[in-house]
């Protein structure tokens, strides 16, 4: 590691954009599959890993929900939680807010207790060790709403145990309005509310996400960028932006990180936060988003203070718990 990768590995932050399904790594897919007699349409790690090219969202969605069907017992989740959590430790994670697709796991028969019962029990382990956070229950948005709505109210008891909802899966064809009751029924039960938007899809779905799902942080949202008012509005309110560079290319939606607009929107006063959303397909873990950065943009390097406050501050943490985080970036930043 070069000496200012050391740097950046041990900048404090808060991950707020990542799905824990998309932290499957290929090694724990054959380790799963075995243990579960799981038969896999791939004869080795290597050849899963080489299928990791994709050329649009849904081309990725399609392996990452195959790729699933060896997760089923509560044990299954609570190892893909905790080796998470570890290497997020890693990285320098502190406090992560986890999004989980309920749905892609109950349509296949898996109870969403086992699901989130798991989960829990690796945040514990974590808290344990020195991370905290919570869960997002995930909305499948190219799914049924009813099924949204089913999947929330047979959660509903368990309410608090969740931080928040959001909404993933394929953006466009499915705006965030679609989802309106449901978001309005989590608001109900006391949860935070943040949603996809402008990933693929347009502007005009950040705009629907605020206005009519009450989305109290956009994640991705570098669309917003096309429209000038929302940007200012995104500014003036600080509603938060969840980027995620090594996803974005990845998935086509900016073709190199060089081309990137975090510049632009630290630039503009967005609050921006770098996270990395499905780091076990897209090649990096939120330092390696970090770094991936600053190799692309030097300039970041002067950034990467602001990018961990401002994860901070976009977190759904208590205040006291914002107050300890920000405590260990002013011992970070007093020894860089
Ligand atoms: N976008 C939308 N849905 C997703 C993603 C993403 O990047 N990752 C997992 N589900
Ligand atoms: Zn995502």
């Given amino acids: 590691m070069a000496p200012s990768n050391t740097r950046i590995f041990s900048l404090p932050t808060a991950e707020l954009h990542l799905h824990i399904e998309g932290t499957l790594?290929?090694?724990l897919v054959f380790e799963l599959a075995e243990n579960n007699g799981v038969a896999l349409p791939f004869d080795s790690v290597e050849?899963?890993?080489e299928r990791y090219q994709f050329t649009s969202l849904q081309s990725f969605l399609d392996l990452y929900y195959d790729c699933m069907s060896v997760l089923q017992t509560r044990a299954d989740f609570r190892t893909l939680g905790e080796r998470y959590l570890e290497r997020a430790y890693e990285q320098g994670v502190r406090h992560a807010e986890i999004f989980f697709d309920a749905q892609a796991h109950t349509i296949r028969g898996v109870d969403a207790e086992e699901v989130l019962d798991g989960l829990l029990d690796a945040l514990?382990?974590?808290a344990r060790k020195g991370i905290s956070g919570g869960l997002i229950l995930s909305f499948l948005r190219d799914r049924p709403v009813a099924e949204a709505l089913e999947t929330l109210e047979s959660l509903a008891h368990r309410a608090g145990d969740l931080l928040g909802v959001g909404l993933d899966s394929a953006e466009v064809g499915y705006p965030p309005e679609l989802f309106t009751p449901v978001f309005a029924r989590a608001k109900e039960l006391?949860?935070?509310?943040?949603?996809h938007a402008g990933e693929e899809g347009p502007a005009a779905y950040v705009r629907e996400a605020l206005d009519l799902l009450g989305a109290e942080r956009i994640d991705h949202g570098i669309?917003?960028?096309?429209?000038?008012e929302l940007i200012e509005r995104l500014r003036r309110e600080r509603i938060p932006l969840t980027v995620c560079p090594l996803s974005n290319v990845k998935l086509a939606v900016i073709p190199t990180l060089a081309e990137h607009?975090?510049?632009?929107?630290?630039d503009k006063e967005i609050l921006v936060t770098v996270n990395s959303d499905?780091?076990?397909?897209?090649?990096g873990y939120l330092a390696d988003?970090?770094?991936g950065l600053v190799d692309a943009f030097p300039a970041l390097d002067g950034a990467l203070e602001r990018l961990a406050r401002n994860s901070v501050e976009a977190s759904f943490a208590s205040d006291e718990r914002k107050a300890e985080l920000h405590a260990l970036i002013d011992e970070w930043a007093s020894r860089a």
Avoid: H, K, Q, T
């Fill in 278 to 283: 499905d780091p076990a397909y897209f090649g």
């Fill in 223 to 228: 669309r917003s960028l096309e429209d000038p």
């Fill in 289 to 291: 988003n970090m770094a």
């Fill in 190 to 195: 006391g949860l935070r509310l943040v949603a």
């Fill in 124 to 126: 514990e382990a974590g």
């Fill in 261 to 266: 607009p975090i510049l632009d929107l630290l």
């Fill in 25 to 27: 790594e290929p090694e």
């Fill in 47 to 49: 050849a899963l890993r």
